[in-house]
Nanobody
Framework: QLHVVESGGGLVQTGGSLRLSCVPS????????IGWFRQVPGKEREAVAC????????NYAPFVKGRFTMARGKTGNGWYLQMRGLQFEDTAVYYC???????????????????WGQGTQVTVSS
């Protein structure tokens, strides 16, 4: 069974940093795409960063502005999202999603992913 588990959320002050982790499991081969999304109550889920294995490209949302880095961990099967310079507007539930089939170059569409984690809360105090 396919699973994705996120961790690393928490409370941080404006300007602080957090590192989110995502560990997929149950995949019989390397997955084709992995993305970080976030959602605030009452708003649509939006893409934060994503990787498309088919195109070997990592994309970031414009609001990231160089503050976040998405990369694969050095060991194991996990990925992380390193977030620096956090602002109040970054407060949201962050989700990791994985696709077991090829996804597009942009990789920002939530419909491309078929396995989602439970989400981890990130709260930035002003």
């Amino acid at each position: 069974q396919l699973h994705v588990v996120e961790s690393g959320g928490g409370l941080v002050q404006t300007g602080g940093s957090l590192r989110l982790s995502c560990v997929p499991s149950g995949f019989t081969e390397d997955y084709h795409g992995i993305g970080w999304f976030r959602q605030v109550p009452g708003k649509e889920r939006e893409a934060v960063a994503c990787f498309s294995r088919r195109f070997d490209i990592t994309n970031y949302a414009p609001f990231v502005k160089g503050r976040f880095t998405m990369a694969r961990g050095k060991t194991g099967n996990g990925w992380y999202l390193q977030m620096r310079g956090l602002q109040f507007e970054d407060t949201a539930v962050y989700y990791c999603a994985v696709s077991d089939h090829p996804i597009g170059r942009q990789c920002i569409f939530s419909s491309e992913y078929n396995v989602w984690g439970q989400g981890t809360q990130v709260t930035v105090s002003s």
